[in-house]
C-alpha cells in the first residue's frame, strides 16, 4: 500500500516542480474554452436549443478543467514499453497492474487538481452564459462529484487495458494516438456529446468515454435528472469493473510472455 | 549550394529517414487522417443541428475550415522545424551546433525537420474546400483561384512566424511557453470559423496581432461572394499581405533572439 | 561592449589569441519556500581570462566541471560573445561575422551528434559538404583521405544508429573535418570509448595534427587522452587559467609519491623505514608509501630487504588521474 501511496506523492511532486509550464497550460486552455463557447453562442444565436446556451458552457469550461484526466500523457511509461524498460518493472516486489493503475490514476488525478481549480474559479467570474453556472443543486453536485471519481477509475482501467495493448503492438505511438482520438471524440471534449444528434447520443453515451467528464457533467448541470443518477452510477461501476478484470486478465498474459521472451 | 536547393536535399534525406519506419509511419499517418476527420465530423455535426452560422451556410463552413487545415497543415509538413523541432533544439542545445555552421540559424531548422504525416490532414482540408465550394456554389474565375492561392501560400509564412514566439520565448527562458500555442494551435481552431463568429476583443486578436482574418477569411468570403469586413474586392488581394508582414516582424525578432543567446549563453 | 583588437605593430599575431576575456551568466536559483520569484545570481564564468595558441599545436584543455572549459570553446568557436575583452582567430573575431569564422574551424561535441541517426552516413557528410560549400573534387578528395584514416570505408552506407558508440564517433570526427578546417576543438571525444576506439581515435589525432598542421584544442576528463596526445596543457578553474606548460612538467610538479608494493616469503614484522614513509597492509602485501624528493629509494629497499626474503616487489608512481585530483585540490578548485 505504501508503494502506490508513494506513486501519488511522486507526481505530486513532479507536477509543482513545473509551475511555469501549468500556468502556461492554463492560459492556453482558458483560451480555448473561450473559443468554443463563443463559436457555440453564435450558432445559438441563430437556432436556439432545447439545451440552454448556460449548460454548453459550463459543459465546455468542466471539459476544459479536467482536459488532463482525459489524455494519456506519460511518456515515461511509453518509453519504457518501447526500450523494453520494463522488465525492470517486473523485478519490482508489486502487482505489475496495480502498479501501472496507480501510475495512470496518479498522473489523471495530480495533473488535473493543479489545473481545474484556478480553471474553474476563472470561470465562474464570466458572465452568464459565457462562464460556468453553478450546479443544479446540491444533490446534483453530490452526485456529479461521485460520477467523477467513479469515472476517473473507469477511464484509468480503460487506458490501462489500451496500455496492455500497446506492449503487444510494434508501434506504440500510433496506437496511443488513435486511443487518444477516440477519447477525445466520444468523451465530448472535442463536440460537447449533448449536441452530437440525439439518435447517436443514446450510443454514445453508454461507451466508457462517456463515463469520465459527459455523465458528471450532465449531472451537474440538471441535463440528467437526479433520478437518473443511480443509474449513471451504475454502469459507471459496471463498466470499471469489467475493464479492471479484462485489463488484469492481458497483463497477466503479457507478463507471462515477457517472461519466457526475456522483455 | 543555394539555400533553397539544401532545404530540398535536407527534406528528401528526412523523408527517407522516417521511411525507415514504413509500419511506424502509417499508423501515425492514419491516426492523423483519422484526428482531422474528427474536427471535420464536429464541423458536419454542428451544420447538421444548427444549419447556419450568422449569415454562413453550412458550405461556407466547410470551405473555411478546408482553407484553414490545408494551411496550417502545409506548415505544419514543411515547417516543421519551426513548428515542432525548434524549442527542443534550444533546450538540448542543439542550437550550439546550429550556430558552429555558415549557415543562417533559421535556414539550418527549417532544413532540420518536416512531417510528411501531415499529408492526411492537408487532404482532409482539401477535401472540405471542395465540398464547401461545391455547396456554396463558388465560381473558379482566375482572380478566385489567385486569391485561394494567395491566402494559402501568405497563410504559411504568417503561421511559420507564430510558431517562432514559442521558440523566442525558449530562448528567453520564459518558463510559460505553452501561452505561444494560444496564437498557434488556438489561433487554427478558432479560425476554422470566420472571425464575425466570435465577440470584439478576439476579433482584435485574430485580426490585428495573428491576422488569420485578413489572410484567410478576406480572400475566403471574397471567393465565397460575401466579404467578411464589407471591404471592397480589390482589399481582399492587399490583406493576405499581412502574413507576410508577421513573418517578417518575427523574423527580426528571432534574429534579436539569437544574438541574445549568443551574448548570454548557457 | 567588446573592445576590438589592436594590431600590433612589428609583432607577429598568435594564431589564437585570447587577452583579458570576462564572461558573465545569469543564472536562476532555486525558488526558495514561499518566495514569488526566483531570485536571479550572476556567475562571473571566465574570469580576465588570456592565452595564446600557435597554429599545428595540440593543446590539452583540462579542468573540473564548471571551470569555463566549454565557455572558452564557445566563444572561441563564435557561439558566445564575451562581455570583456578581445578574442581572435586566424586574425578574425570570432562573434564579428560567425558565418565567416565557423567555415574554418571544426567542432566536435562529445556527446551531441551532428549526423542524421536514420540515414546512411554517407548522406550526412554530403549533407554536410552542401552547408559548408565543398566544391566537389576537394570534398572527394578529402572524404577519401579521412575515411581511409578513420577506417570507415564499409561503414559508410550504413545508417548511424547501426553503429557502435566507437565507430559513431569516427564518423563525427570525420564529419567535422570534411571542410577541413584549420582549427579543431573537440569537447570531450573520447568519452565512453572502449580501449581500442580510444587508442584509434588518439592515432588518428595526431595524424591530423601532423600530417595537415590541423591546430588542435582538446577539452577532455581523460587524463591520458592528454598525456598521450598533447605536449602542452592548459588547466582551468573557476574561470582562470592556472597553468599553461608542458604536461610533462606539471606531472612533475606534482608527482611526489611512489608505493613500493612488497611481499615477503613468510610473515615478518616491518621495522626501521625511513622517516616519511607510510606502511599499509592489503592482504600479505605491504604498501609502503615514500617521497622520492625526501628518501632515496636505496634507503627504502635497503629496509624492506633486510625485513625477509622477497617474494615480490614493484615500484609504482601515482597514476595521473589521483595527481591531477592532488591538483585540483591544492588549487582549491
Not at chain 3, 559548408?132 to 545508417?159: F, I, M, S
Request: hydrophobic residues 45%.
Amino acid at each position: 500500500m505504501r508503494a502506490y501511496y508513494s506513486i501519488f506523492r511522486m507526481r505530486r511532486r513532479m507536477e509543482t516542480q513545473y509551475r511555469g509550464a501549468v500556468l502556461g497550460g492554463i492560459i492556453c486552455q482558458v483560451f480555448f474554452g473561450l473559443i468554443l463557447v463563443a463559436v457555440y453562442r453564435a450558432m445559438y444565436a441563430g437556432r436556439p436549443q432545447s439545451m440552454p446556451i448556460e449548460h454548453v458552457a459550463s459543459y465546455v469550461w468542466l471539459q476544459q478543467a479536467f482536459f488532463r484526466m482525459l489524455l494519456s500523457n506519460d511518456p515515461d511509461l511509453l518509453d519504457k514499453i518501447r526500450t523494453g524498460g520494463i522488465a525492470y518493472d517486473l523485478c519490482r516486489p508489486v502487482h505489475l497492474y496495480g502498479y501501472y493503475y496507480a501510475r495512470i490514476l496518479a498522473q489523471k488525478l495530480m495533473g488535473s487538481l493543479l489545473r481545474a481549480v484556478p480553471m474553474l474559479a476563472f470561470a465562474l467570474l464570466l458572465p452568464r452564459g459565457w462562464g460556468l453556472s453553478l450546479p443544479a443543486g446540491a444533490p446534483a453536485l453530490l452526485c456529479a462529484l461521485a460520477a467523477l471519481a467513479l469515472g476517473l477509475l473507469c477511464m484509468s482501467a480503460l487506458e490501462n487495458l489500451t496500455m496492455g495493448f500497446t506492449m503487444r503492438t510494434l508501434d506504440h505511438r500510433g496506437m496511443q494516438a488513435m486511443m487518444n482520438l477516440l477519447t477525445i471524440t466520444f468523451s465530448g471534449n472535442l463536440l460537447p456529446l449533448t449536441l452530437f444528434p440525439d439518435s447517436w447520443q443514446r450510443v454514445i453515451t453508454l461507451l466508457p468515454y462517456a463515463q469520465l467528464l459527459d455523465a458528471p457533467i450532465r449531472l451537474y448541470t440538471g441535463d440528467s435528472a437526479l433520478s437518473l443518477a443511480p443509474g449513471i452510477l451504475l454502469l459507471q461501476a459496471v463498466w470499471t469493473v469489467v475493464l479492471v478484470l479484462a485489463g488484469c486478465l492481458l497483463w497477466r498474459v503479457n507478463q507471462r510472455r515477457l517472461i519466457i521472451q526475456g522483455g | 549550394m543555394n539555400t533553397f536547393r539544401l532545404y530540398l536535399k535536407s527534406m528528401s534525406m528526412l523523408i527517407r529517414s522516417q521511411l525507415q519506419y514504413p509500419l511506424s509511419f502509417l499508423t501515425q499517418t492514419l491516426a492523423q487522417l483519422v484526428m482531422e476527420a474528427g474536427e471535420l465530423l464536429a464541423v458536419t455535426l454542428l451544420v447538421h443541428r444548427f444549419d447556419h452560422l450568422n449569415q454562413w451556410t453550412g458550405g461556407d463552413l466547410y470551405f473555411f475550415f478546408g482553407l484553414m487545415s490545408v494551411t496550417f497543415y502545409l506548415t505544419e509538413f514543411w515547417g516543421r522545424g519551426l513548428t515542432g523541432a525548434f524549442s527542443g533544439m534550444v533546450r538540448s542545445g542543439q542550437l550550439d551546433t546550429l550556430l558552429t555552421r555558415p549557415r543562417g540559424v533559421l535556414t539550418q531548422v527549417l532544413c532540420s525537420a518536416v512531417d510528411p504525416r501531415r499529408i492526411t490532414c492537408v487532404a482532409v482540408g482539401v477535401v472540405s474546400l471542395a465540398m464547401g465550394s461545391r455547396m456554396s456554389a463558388v465560381r473558379w474565375s482566375a482572380g478566385n483561384i489567385l486569391l485561394l492561392a494567395e491566402s494559402i501560400f501568405c497563410g504559411f509564412w504568417m503561421v511559420l512566424g507564430l510558431f517562432m514566439i514559442e521558440g523566442v520565448l525558449c530562448i528567453y527562458s520564459v518558463k510559460s511557453v505553452e501561452m505561444a500555442n494560444t496564437l498557434t494551435y488556438g489561433g487554427r481552431s478558432a479560425c476554422q470559423y470566420p472571425v464575425d463568429a466570435y465577440p470584439r476583443p478576439l476579433r482584435a486578436v485574430f485580426t490585428v496581432i495573428a491576422p488569420f482574418a485578413l489572410v484567410m477569411h478576406v480572400p475566403a468570403s471574397q471567393i465565397l461572394g460575401k466579404p467578411v469586413f464589407g471591404w471592397p474586392g480589390w482589399a481582399a488581394y492587399l490583406a493576405p499581405l499581412a502574413g507576410l508582414v508577421v513573418f517578417g516582424v518575427m523574423y527580426t525578432v528571432f534574429a534579436r533572439a539569437i544574438r541574445f543567446y549568443r551574448s548570454t549563453g548557457s | 561592449m567588446a573592445v576590438q583588437p589592436q594590431k600590433r605593430q612589428g609583432f607577429a599575431l598568435s594564431y589564437i589569441e585570447v587577452r583579458g576575456v570576462n564572461k558573465f551568466f545569469t543564472v536562476r536559483k532555486k525558488r526558495s519556500r514561499g518566495a514569488l520569484f526566483r531570485e536571479k545570481e550572476t556567475v562571473h564564468a571566465l574570469k580576465d581570462l588570456s592565452l595564446d595558441i600557435e597554429q599545428g599545436e595540440l593543446v590539452g584543455y583540462i579542468g573540473p566541471n564548471g571551470a569555463g572549459k566549454s565557455t572558452t570553446v564557445k566563444i572561441l568557436s563564435g557561439i558566445l560573445t564575451p562581455e570583456e575583452g578581445t578574442v581572435t582567430v586566424g586574425g578574425r573575431v570570432p562573434w564579428i561575422s560567425r558565418k565567416n569564422h565557423v567555415r574554418r574551424i571544426g567542432v566536435v561535441f562529445g556527446q551531441r551528434s551532428q549526423l542524421w541517426w536514420d540515414v546512411p552516413i554517407q548522406d550526412s557528410f554530403s549533407l554536410l559538404r552542401d552547408i559548408y560549400r565543398v566544391p566537389d573534387g576537394a570534398y572527394q578528395k578529402r572524404l577519401g583521405e579521412l575515411t581511409e584514416a578513420l577506417q570507415l570505408g564499409d561503414l559508410l552506407r550504413t545508417p548511424l544508429r547501426l553503429c557502435s558508440l566507437g565507430q559513431r564517433m569516427r564518423a563525427e570526427l570525420c564529419g567535422s573535418l570534411l571542410h577541413s578546417p584549420e582549427l579543431l576543438f573537440l569537447d570531450e571525444p573520447t568519452i565512453g570509448l572502449d580501449a581500442v576506439s580510444k587508442l584509434a581515435l588518439r592515432d588518428f589525432l595526431r595524424w591530423e595534427n601532423g600530417q595537415r598542421g590541423t591546430t588542435i584544442l582538446l577539452t577532455t576528463h581523460d587524463m591520458e587522452d592528454i598525456t598521450a596526445l598533447s605536449s602542452r596543457v592548459m588547466v582551468l578553474g573557476h574561470g582562470r587559467l592556472l597553468y599553461d606548460g608542458a604536461m610533462r612538467d606539471l606531472l612533475a610538479r606534482y608527482d611526489t609519491q611512489r608505493t613500493a608494493a612488497v611481499r615477503y616469503e613468510a610473515p615478518v614484522e616491518l621495522s626501521g623505514l625511513p622517516a616519511g614513509c607510510q606502511v599499509a597492509r592489503q592482504g600479505e602485501t605491504f604498501l609502503v608509501t615514500y617521497s622520492p624528493q625526501a628518501v632515496a629509494a636505496g634507503e627504502v629497499l635497503e629496509r624492506l630487504r633486510l625485513a625477509g626474503p622477497i617474494a615480490e616487489l614493484t615500484i609504482q608512481p601515482q597514476s595521473v588521474d589521483h595527481l591531477i585530483a592532488r591538483m585540483y585540490r591544492e588549487m582549491e578548485l
